[in-house]
Antibody
Framework: EVQLVESGGGLVKPGGSLRLSCGAS????????MSWVRQAPGKGLEWVGL??????????DYAAPVKGRFTISRDDSKNTLYLQMNSLETEDTALYYC?????????????WGQGTPVTVSS | EIVLTQSPGTLSLSPGERATLSCRAS???????LAWYQQKPGQAPRLLIY???SRAPGIPDKFSGSGSGTDFTLTISRLEPEDFAVYYC??????????FGQGTKLEIK
């Protein structure tokens, strides 16, 4: 059974940092492209960023609102995905989901975690 | 940048009825990269349709997707109480890599 479990969310002041983790099991994490998606309270889904598998270079891509502030990384030895969030703004308050990419040809998100909440407030 | 516009914002129907949800792209997109998700309150989104018309594993055949170019549709036949939720379309492209529509709330009439 595929499982994605996020952790690391919490309350942080504007300008602060936080690192989220996403533990994966039930599939070959090393081969998976992974993404972070967030959802502000009462709002829709917003893509945050993606990291490809190291087999194809492990490159990353980010949405404009977080580019330069957020960094996605992965530790394939621990089957874990990370999201390092720096210079946090109140607009970053959201539930953060990690998700796996279905296939490269059909790059929808087939599995999602339950999310970890991040609140940025003074 | 591709913008996905979903309509209607809210759709009120009764169980047993058929739901038709629309997703319009601001420019022509590849069908291969269009997906639909269902999200119930307090739950993570669930992939329903990928490649515009292919059902994800385990998704019942009452859910169907269609469309091409700029206009895509999610159809849910014979609505059941558990189908009332928010539905999002999503596109995988260039910049940004992924775009979501704003969602359609399907509510019980």
């Amino acid at each position: 059974e595929v499982q994605l479990v996020e952790s690391g969310g919490g309350l942080v002041k504007p300008g602060g940092s936080l690192r989220l983790s996403c533990g994966a099991s039930g599939f070959i994490f090393t081969n998976a492209w992974m993404s972070w998606v967030r959802q502000a309270p009462g709002k829709g889904l917003e893509w945050v960023g993606l990291i490809k598998s190291k087999v194809v270079g492990g490159t990353t891509d980010y949405a404009a609102p977080v580019k330069g502030r957020f960094t996605i990384s992965r530790d394939d030895s621990k089957n874990t995905l990370y999201l390092q969030m720096n210079s946090l703004e109140t607009e970053d308050t959201a539930l953060y989901y990690c998700a796996s990419v279905f296939t490269i040809r059909n790059p929808a998100f087939d599995y999602w975690g339950q999310g970890t909440p991040v609140t940025v407030s003074s | 940048e591709i913008v996905l516009t979903q309509s209607p914002g809210t759709l009120s129907l009764s169980p047993g009825e058929r739901a038709t949800l629309s997703c319009r792209a601001s420019q022509s997109v590849s069908s291969s990269y269009l997906a639909w998700y269902q999200q119930k309150p307090g739950q993570a989104p669930r992939l329903l349709i990928y490649g515009a018309s292919s059902r994800a594993p385990g998704i019942p055949d009452k859910f169907s997707g269609s469309g091409s170019g700029t206009d895509f549709t999610l159809t849910i036949s014979r609505l059941e109480p558990e189908d009332f939720a928010v539905y999002y379309c999503q596109h995988y492209g260039n910049s940004p890599l992924y775009t979501f529509g704003q969602g359609t709330k399907l509510e019980i009439k």
